[in-house]
């Protein structure tokens, strides 16, 4: 038996003969047992979830939460395709604000609040706020609020998404798609090149753009248009139909064409400019 605990179930571990590690209580199988040790500390000591009398009251750790919260909870987990421990961290935040402030009553609020701050502020990974107010129906101007006050209830800072993370993360979502990659081999036109080519000129727009630039516009909604932008840029060097239009950048990237275009005349605009100067 292994001294960390199931994050699903509190039970305990045993390694197969395979090497993978399963819970003897749910049967949950541990694809990363080092991830899950390092993060063990942030997740409850026991995630228990049982319905109790009532059918829509859940008992987790002897505080009760709303089985439909558990519900929207589950459903952000898959649409963001988020590990277990930021369920049981979000559940935790969520019952001890619960838990002190008996008073509030837009409680999915503060569960996507609590969501947000478990995924971008304590684990760092790269989410945007608006997919997290449509997730949990929620107005975004009060959803900021809500992250802001309890955020700094348990004193943790939520930094800025920066445009060179959200290039990053949209450039991979770009390679990971497969009928944008059925594109490229219908035009004969080699991946590993093309995705190597479109990093040299990300990072020359960038170079480009200053500081000034950068502040005061969607990170999310730029770092699209960066992109949309290097594309251009590299179809005019190889002679060649652009890959990425609007429309395509648009459903690929869940952006807006309007916002990609308006943003990408405005860098096409700066980067002219100052190539004259």
């Known amino acids: 038996m292994l001294k960390v605990k199931c994050l699903n179930c509190g039970g305990k571990l045993a390694r197969e003969d395979d090497l993978k590690v399963v819970c003897t209580n749910c049967g949950l199988v541990m694809d990363n047992m080092e991830k899950e040790e390092i993060n063990q500390s942030l997740a409850p000591q026991s995630y228990n979830v049982f319905e109790t009398s009532d059918s829509h009251v859940v008992s987790i750790e002897n505080g009760p939460i709303r089985l439909q919260y558990i519900r929207l909870l589950e459903r952000a987990t898959r649409t963001f395709n988020m590990p277990i421990f930021i369920k049981q961290t979000t559940i935790r935040l969520f019952i001890k604000y619960i838990k002190n402030n008996n008073t509030i009553r837009e409680k999915r609020y503060i569960l996507a609040s609590c969501f947000l701050i ?80 479109m990093e040299k000129l990300i990072n020359n727009i960038l170079y480009s753009l200053k500081i000034v630039d950068l502040q005061g516009h969607n990170p999310h909604v730029l770092a699209a248009s960066i992109i949309y932008c290097a594309d251009k840029m590299l179809s005019k060097v190889e002679e060649r139909r652009s890959i990425l239009t609007l429309n395509t950048a648009s459903k690929l990237l869940g952006i807006s064409k309007y916002s990609i275009r308006d943003n990408y005349k405005l860098i096409a605009k700066k980067i002219l400019l100052r190539a004259l100067v």
């Open 118 to 197: 478990s995924v971008r502020g304590i684990f760092k990974f790269n989410i945007r706020i608006n997919d997290v107010a449509y997730i949990f129906n929620c107005n975004r101007g009060k959803l900021i609020r809500y992250v802001y006050e309890i955020s700094k209830y348990f004193n943790l800072k939520i930094k800025p998404i920066k445009v060179d993370d959200c290039i990053a993360w949209l450039i991979n979502i770009i390679h990971s798609n497969v009928k944008f990659l059925k594109i490229l081999e219908e035009r004969k036109i080699e991946r590993e090149h093309y995705f190597k080519e």
